[in-house]
C-alpha cells in the first residue's frame, strides 16, 4: 500500500450520539488517524472535514462507514471526493464497498454524478413550473432588485487592485455572484455612456 496512513472520518449528527458503531466497523483496517465529528452532515462546513481535507496526503486512504457520514448531499459528497483525490489520495466506503481506484469505484462514482445532476434538474424544473404557475395566478413578484448607487466607486476599486472582489462582497454584503452581475451591469452601462 506504499507509505500513506489510513484515515477514517466518523460523522454523528449530535453531541449525545455515540460514534462506537462506525469504529467497530473500522476496526480491522488498522486506522492510523481518526477524525471525528459530531454535527449534521447538511453541508462541508465541518471542522473535522476541513482539518481531516487539510491533513490528507498523497497515497492516504480516507475510509468512512458509509457515504452518509461523509455528505448528505450527493453534490457535496462528490466534491470531497474530488478533493481527496485532488490530493492524490484514495477514498473508500465500506457499506457501499467503493474505492476510487478501482474501475468499478470510478463507475460508481460517475453514476453518482450523473445522478446529482439529474436531481440538479428535476429541482429546477419544479422551480420553473412553480414560477410560471405563480405568474399565471399573478403572485410571482421574482427576486428584488440588488441597487447599489455607488457601485462605480468599489468597481474602479476593484480595476486599480486597491480592493478583490471577495472583499468588496463582503463589505457590501452580498455574495461574489451578485457582485460579477453588478460590475457587468456597470461596465454595460459605461459602455453606452462613451459610445
Known sequence: MGKGQKIAYIRVSSADQNEERQKVAMQHLNIDKYFIEKKSG???DRPQLQEMLEYIREEDVVYVEEFSRLGRSTEDLLKIVKIIEGK??????IKENLDTTTPTGRLQMTVL?????F???MILERQREGIAIAKRAGKYRGR???VIPNIGEYYDCYMTRQTTKSQAAKELGICRQTLDNLFREYEKKEKKTND
Not at 492524490?88 to 466506503?93: I, L, N, P
Not at 454524478?113 to 445532476?117: D, Q
Open 119 to 121: 436531481e440538479r434538474e
Open 88 to 93: 492524490g489520495a484514495r477514498f473508500v466506503s
Open 113 to 117: 454524478a450523473a445522478i446529482a445532476e
Open 42 to 44: 447538511k453541508n462541508m
Open 144 to 146: 428584488k432588485k440588488i
